[in-house]
Each structure stands twice: as C-alpha cells, then as structure tokens.
T-cell receptor, first 116, second 108 residues
C-alpha cells in the first residue's frame, strides 16, 4: 500500500514569490492534515480536512496561506507571498479516523521550503 | 501552540542501555501517542495509549500514562544504534498536538 506522497521534497524560492505543495493521502483516508515543522521543534497544525471540508483552520495564517482539497482526496497548500520566516518543513498526514478523537496519523516525507 | 513538554530535550546513551523519555501536558486528553522521526524524514507512529489505560507495550517499547499528573513516559529497552531519532509525544483532545521532542542518540 502506498503511503502519503508529498511533492516537491525541496523548494528554494526568493521572498515574495508564491509556492505550492501537493499531498496525496493514503487511499480511503478521509482526514487530511497539514503541519508546519520548524527546525528542532514539533509539528504544528495548520489545517485539518474531513473529506473536502476544512474543519479546523484556526492556525492557518489566512493572509498569505491557503489550502484546498477539492475532491476530498489530494490537497494543495499555497503560500503567497512567501516570507523569510516561512522557511520550514511542511508535513502532510492522513488518517482513517474522523472526529475529535484522533487516531494514528500517517505522515509523508515532508516538503522542505527555504525562502531566501 | 504546543501542549506537550518533553524531557530531556536530548539524550545520549550506549547501545544496549535503556532510554526513557517523559512528556507532560496541560489539558484533558482522549489519548496520547508517541512518534519517531529520523533526520530529514516524516514522522512514524509508534504507539497510542488511551486515557483509561495506564501502561502499554509494543516490542521493546513501554509507554505509561498518568492522567492525574498529566504525564507520560516512553521507555525503549535494549536500545540499538537504529533507534537514533527524535521522539515526539502528541496529545489528542479535539486535535493532535505535538510536543517539542526528545533527540535520542544511541552510540554503538
């Protein structure tokens, strides 16, 4: 069974440029997460989807970040414009369990963003 | 914001020794999970313990949970060089919130 697939693995851009990350969750997993991980820190939740609905986006900086999961499968996370402080790893995870009682999450390898 | 605080931040041991990592949290939880992350990779789920459980085992892993003290510990017995990684606790109580992690180094 294929795991969570993310692309690109690495991205280097100049500040003020846009960037997009793509995630394909495990087949059949209705719940999808985007996390941000700074160096030496634990992951921080940006947004959680159940099917195509964003059920928790309270930590997503909506002035520059946006996300979509149009058909309830793949998801895209966009930053426009990027700032120096956005340099981090963006992790996608999926789960077969919905609702507040979170079960095991399956993570992708992450997309490492460097903003110059 | 991160709920869990992990202790120690870094731990260095010899192969064959046991490694103990602790996690404290602040609010009530449904379950607590432990994950491992090798350098430059994604997180891998290790074990989940529910709020009504006190101890759980999986291979060389032993997890305890004390909800009265809002704390958990992860014990890795007979450590191996391949156990070198960062270990994170994550609490579930509406959303999954990760701690800062413990960086474990196992020297051969």
């Amino acid at each position: 069974e294929a795991g969570v697939v993310q692309s690109p693995r690495y991205k280097i851009i100049e500040k003020k440029q846009p960037v997009a990350f793509w995630c394909n969750p495990i087949s059949g997993h209705n719940t999808l997460y985007w996390y941000l991980q700074n160096l030496g820190q634990g992951p921080e939740l940006l947004i959680r989807y159940e099917n195509e609905e964003a059920v928790d986006d309270s930590q997503l900086p909506k002035d520059r970040f946006s996300a979509e999961r149009l058909k309830g499968v793949d998801s895209t996370l966009k930053i426009q414009p990027a700032e120096l402080g956005d340099s981090a790893v963006y992790l996608c995870a999926s789960s077969s369990i919905s609702g507040a009682n979170t079960g095991e999450l399956f993570f992708g390898e992450g997309s490492r963003l460097t903003v110059l | 914001s991160q709920q869990g605080e992990e202790d120690p931040q870094a731990l260095s041991i010899q192969e064959g020794e046991n490694a103990t990592m602790n996690c404290s949290y602040k609010t009530s939880i449904n379950n607590l999970q432990w994950y491992r992350q090798n350098s430059g990779r994604g997180l891998v789920h290790l074990i989940l313990i529910r709020s009504n459980e006190r101890e759980k085992h999986s291979g060389r892993l032993r997890v305890t949970l004390d909800t009265s003290k809002k704390s958990s510990s992860l014990l890795i017995t007979a450590s191996r060089a391949a156990d070198t990684a960062s270990y994170f606790c994550a609490t579930s109580g509406g959303k999954l919130i990760f701690g800062q992690g413990t960086e474990l180094s196992v020297k051969p």
